[in-house]
C-alpha cells in the first residue's frame, strides 16, 4: 500500500502538548448506511487531521441540477433527497434519482465510473482526501491506489431500501462504530482508527524490512 505522512492533532483527551505523527493514506474512502455519520466522519477529518473532504457524487448531483432543474438543498441534504420532483410526466423520489442516474453513470463507464469522475477532481493536488458515499466494492478501486476503506456503523442507520445505496463489507479496512448520540465519543473513535491503521502500517513496514534483510 502507498502512504503518504501527516502530521494528526491528538484525539481530544491527550495533552495539547502533545502530537502524533501518523501514516495517512492519501485517499479515505467512507461507507455505510445514509445516515450513519459519514459526513460527520468527512468534517471531523478534515477539522482535526487536514484531511480534505470531496463530494464524490458531484457528478451526478451537477447532472440533476444544471440538466433536470433540482435545487443544491434536494441533491446535498437528507430532506431533499426525500422530496418528490415530476421529471418529463414521471413522479421520481429524488434519492432514487439520483441513483438511477448514477447506475447509467456506470452502465456506461464500468462499476467504478463514480470514483473514477472523483479522483479527476483531485488529479494534482497534494495532500489527503475523503470520500464519503463509497457504494458497492468501489472501495476496491481506492485500494488500489493505496487507499483505505473505512465503515461508519450507527445502531440508529439501518438498511436502505435502495440496491445503490449498498456497499461490499468485504472491502472494509476498518469500522467505526458511531452511537449516533455523542460527539466525543465519535471522535474518539475516529482518533482510534487512525491509531489502529498506523499500527498496521508500522506492522507491515517492519515485515517487508525483515523479508529484505
Not at 447506475?103 to 465510473?113: I, Y
Not at 473514477?116 to 491506489?145: I, K, M, N
Not at 431500501?161 to 456497499?167: I, L, N, S, T
Request: proline fraction near 5%; hydrophobic fraction near 35%.
Amino acid at each position: 500500500m502507498l502512504f503518504t505522512k501527516g502530521l494528526v492533532r491528538p484525539e481530544p483527551s491527550v495533552s495539547a502538548d502533545m502530537t502524533h505523527a501518523i501514516t495517512l493514506p492519501r485517499y479515505v474512502a467512507l461507507c455505510g448506511n445514509p445516515l450513519s455519520g459519514k459526513s460527520t466522519v468527512q468534517e471531523i477529518l478534515r477539522r482535526d487531521y487536514g484531511v480534505a473532504p470531496v463530494d464524490d457524487g458531484h457528478a451526478i448531483r451537477s447532472i440533476a441540477v444544471e440538466h433536470m432543474g433540482l435545487t443544491w438543498d434536494q441533491v446535498r441534504t437528507q430532506t431533499g433527497k426525500r422530496e418528490t420532483v415530476s421529471l418529463a410526466g414521471k413522479d421520481w423520489v429524488v434519492r432514487d434519482l439520483l441513483g438511477q442516474i448514477g447506475n447509467r453513470l456506470e452502465d456506461l463507464l464500468g462499476p467504478h465510473a463514480m470514483p473514477f469522475l472523483t479522483e479527476r477532481q483531485v488529479a494534482g493536488r497534494p495532500g489527503h482526501f475523503s470520500f464519503g458515499s463509497v457504494r458497492r466494492d468501489q472501495g476496491r478501486y481506492y485500494q488500489e491506489r493505496g487507499g483505505v476503506v473505512i465503515e461508519i456503523t450507527n445502531p440508529n442507520a439501518g438498511p436502505s431500501p435502495y440496491e445503490f445505496d449498498r456497499y461490499d463489507r468485504s472491502v472494509v479496512d476498518l469500522t467505526i462504530e458511531n452511537d449516533g448520540r455523542c460527539l466525543r465519543t465519535l471522535e474518539k473513535a475516529v482518533f482510534a482508527a487512525l491509531q489502529d491503521l498506523h499500527a498496521r502500517r508500522a506492522d507491515w513496514l517492519t515485515r517487508v524490512t525483515k523479508q529484505a534483510a
